[in-house]
Every structure is written in C-alpha cells, then in structure tokens.
C-alpha cells in the first residue's frame, strides 16, 4: 500500500496532479480546493483505494485529512469520490464541527449527499472524530490558550473542552468568559 508519496507535479488539472517521483508518475486525485502548481515539489499523505477493478491513489496535504477522509469511507454508502466532495466543503475542522453539531444541512450542501447519508455520516462518526478533533477546533482559534490552561487547572480534559466549545458562541472572547461559559454548560450534563 502506498502512503505517501514526495515528488515534482508534472500534470495539474482540477481534480488530480501527476506527480513524478524518481521517474515513475503516480496520478493523484486531489481536493480541488489545493492549488497545485507544475514543476513545483510537492508531499503528500496518500489513501490507496484498491477494488477489484481500480487502485486510485487520493492525496492529502496534511495528515489529518487523511485521517478524516479515512473515517469517511468507513461510513457504509460513502465512496472514495463522495468523501472528497464532503472533504472539499471546508477544512476538517469544520467537517468535524459539524459532526459533532450534528449539522446534516451542512453535509446534504456537498452534491451527491442525501439526507440520509449526511445523518450515518453523523451517526457513525461523532464518537469516532475524537483523535483529530484537537487540531481543528482548539487549535483554530475557537477557545484561547488561556482558557485551555485554565480548564484543565480545574481538572477538565482536552478532549472534554473540545467537545463542550462546539457549542459555544463565537462572541465569546475573552478566556474569564470562554471559562465561564464552559462552566455553566457543562454543569448541566
């Protein structure tokens, strides 16, 4: 199995990038949200989908993509071609967000997605996002460091914060009220 893959883009077109690593071109179908540039070296976390009549390659920029675009596919009804749709909505940390928001309007936007499909990718990945949701919604911003440090000095987890700041207001600022609001919110579990 291929995955990873560093070399020269040598072909780039809205959905794919040839790329030649050591003289032997891969195609590698892409989110057609990354710019891509010929002669220009490029890495790339790889999924190798292998069927018995097809073995694409899907490239990633960043390792959680992967990751996320892996646990999509796992979604019974959601194929290699339908994950990239969802993927090219917006960065993971948003796909996350909405899994975890349970926002299957924001699924059904993707072409191709049903309801039903935008509710089993809710139903069968919100316990799963867990191990990438750290580096999209806290590391985007959403919640200060502060704020963090001072949580868990109360004894909260990571991955509690995370999941309890989806819900917070973004007029939400300053770390004494993001502290606060996660106080009173999650008090009421």
Avoid: C
Avoid at 54 to 74: A, I, R, V
Avoid at 93 to 100: F, L
Avoid at 141 to 170: Q, T
């Amino acid at each position: 199995m291929i995955s990873y893959l560093s070399g020269k883009a040598i072909l780039v077109r809205p959905m794919f990038v040839i790329l030649d690593v050591s003289g032997v071109g891969y195609k590698v179908f892409i989110l057609p949200k990354v710019e891509f540039k010929e002669n220009e070296k490029y890495e790339l976390f790889i999924h190798h989908h292998i069927k018995e009549d097809t073995s694409d390659l899907y490239g990633f920029e960043k390792f959680e993509e992967l990751e996320l675009f892996e646990k999509l596919l796992s979604v019974n009804g959601v194929g290699p071609k339908a994950a990239m749709t969802v993927m090219g909505l917006a960065p993971t940390g948003k796909i996350i967000e909405a899994i975890v928001s349970e926002d299957a309007t924001f699924f059904q936007s993707a072409p191709g997605i049903g309801k039903k499909v935008a509710v089993k990718i809710i139903v069968d990945l919100k316990s799963k996002v867990s191990g990438i949701e750290l580096s999209g919604v806290i590391s985007s911003g959403r919640i200060s460091e502060e704020a963090i440090e001072g949580l868990a000095m109360l004894g909260y987890k990571r991955s509690e914060i995370e999941k309890i700041i989806l819900k917070m207001p973004r007029s939400i600022s300053t770390p004494e009220e993001q502290i606060k609001w996660v106080l009173k919110n999650s008090a009421k579990r």
